[in-house]
């Protein structure tokens, strides 16, 4: 099911069919970098199934970015939940594409469509990333999305940069920054 359009990007629900494309992210070196490692087809199918109970408990997730035009996967981009503090759950603005298609623009047209989508359908304050410290290009996106850092956190046994706008936030950005 499509959830977002752009202009150049489609960003529609996980199936269990995308499993080859999303393997092209996550068995890749160079994309998963930031992340402690790279992941086995056993762990994209889980990912999905994780991913797919999120829709299911929360109405939002990963989605599959693909080109408008061809139909071509890019990577994925959505909404997820996350307990970066104990007890407190916030929602994140994730973004993971194929190294081939960095540079493009596509990560922030993504991110913002989430940004957007989010704070009209969502009754919530805030959106958060997170994003390891060391990943400017991850950051750059964050900060392009609207988002300045909010703090330094230990998560999942590792120091994160929490980059993070709210509502009255993303109400006073210029219209340039909506799409």
């Not at 998963?32 to 199934?49: A, F, G, L, N, S």
């Not at 991850?138 to 590792?158: F, H, P, Q, T």
Request: hydrophobic share 40%; glycine share 6%; net charge neutral.
């Amino acid at each position: 099911m499509v959830m977002i359009d752009t202009a150049r990007l489609q960003l529609r629900t996980m199936t269990e069919h995308d499993v080859d494309d999303l393997l092209r992210i996550f068995s890749d070196p160079v994309a998963m970098q930031y992340y402690p490692r790279t992941r086995t087809r056993d762990e994209v199918k889980e990912w999905i199934c994780r991913t797919m109970e999120d829709y299911r408990r929360f109405g939002v997730g990963m989605w599959v970015i693909e080109d408008k035009t061809d139909k071509s996967f890019l990577g994925q981009c959505g909404i997820v939940p996350q307990e970066v503090h104990e007890g407190t759950v916030e929602y994140e603005i994730g973004y993971l594409l194929v190294s081939q298609f960095w540079g493009k623009g596509y990560a922030t047209e993504a991110a913002r469509a989430c940004r957007n989508w989010g704070f009209e359908h969502l009754t919530v304050p805030h959106f958060i990333s997170i994003i390891n410290p060391r990943n400017s290009p991850s950051i750059r996106v964050a900060e392009r999305n609207g988002m300045a850092l909010r703090e330094y956190a230990d998560w999942r046994n590792k120091t994160v940069a929490i980059y993070a706008i709210t509502r009255s936030g993303w109400n006073a950005l210029p219209l340039q920054q909506w799409s």
